[in-house]
């Protein structure tokens, strides 16, 4: 018994567009009959099952939860970039896979299928860290930037009276970054870490005369001091 009519490709008679086809049968596979050539076959649909997939959001200190719908068999790795809707008002907004969650492990990618859960991160707008030292003093800010935005080594910066030069980049993978006008976007960095221009003159100064410039009064906070030409150390000062 003819069930209904749909259109599909025939092998035999029209192997490029799609002509009417009789369904004989639904289950379990479906078998059709094109009604120009008589040719039976069997018919696999395109349509691709859908899977949901749990999704946490961070955005600085805070995370939100949402869902999205993919198809089965897509695979999904850690650094896919996709649009989510997110937060109280279900805003859609770039996010970044920052990890996997697959059975009871985490894992670089998978079927989507089989995934639980995906962390990601907001990268429309990132909090940029960055360690700026002066003499052998060294301080954090934080910068609130578009994920787009690329940073360079070498570039200057500035931070109130402040002016600093980019020196080094730790992206989020643990490489770093050191060569004059290498560059990143903001939603990959870990850190950067920066040279006050007046640093940068005092170390020109002594490399070319061997005399150190007078610095300014040590007032307190986290000391770098050198330990060899290469190797740095953190510390603290102590009181007197």
């Known amino acids: 018994m003819v ?3 749909i259109q599909a490709q025939c092998p035999n008679c029209s192997p490029h567009e799609p002509v009417p086809h009789d369904i004989l049968k639904e289950k379990p596979d479906i078998l059709i009959k094109c009604t120009l050539c008589d040719t039976i076959r069997p018919y696999y649909s395109d349509k691709k099952k859908k899977t949901n997939i749990r999704v946490v959001v961070s955005a600085g200190d805070s995370s ?3 869902t999205i ?6 695979i999904i790795s850690v650094d896919d970039e996709f649009i989510v809707e997110s ?7 770039f996010v970044l896979v ?13 079927r989507a299928d089989e995934i639980n859960t995906l962390w990601t ?8 860290k960055i360690s700026i030292t002066r003499g052998w003093q060294t301080e954090s800010i ?10 360079t080594i070498g570039e200057l910066l500035s931070s109130g009276p402040d002016r600093f030069v980019i020196k080094k980049i730790k992206v989020r993978d643990g490489k770093f970054l050191k060569r004059n006008r290498e560059s990143v976007m903001a939603k990959y960095i870990k850190r950067i870490f920066a040279d006050t221009t007046e640093r940068m003159e005092w170390l020109r100064d002594y490399k070319n005369t061997g005399k150190k410039r007078q610095s300014k009064p040590y007032s307190g ?17 102590e009181g007197n």
């Open 142 to 151: 934080e910068m609130e930037v578009p994920g787009e935005r690329e940073f």
């Open 221 to 237: 906070g986290p000391v770098i001091k050198p330990r060899g030409p290469s190797t740095w150390t953190l510390k603290r000062k």
């Open 98 to 110: 920052t990890s996997i969650e697959s059975g009871d492990k985490r894992v670089e990618s998978a």
């Open 121 to 128: 991160r907001h990268t429309d707008t990132v909090t940029t």
């Open 87 to 93: 937060g109280p008002e279900g805003d859609a907004s």
């Open 64 to 66: 939100t939860k949402s």
């Open 3 to 5: 069930h209904e009519i």
């Open 69 to 74: 719908v993919q198809e089965s068999d897509e």
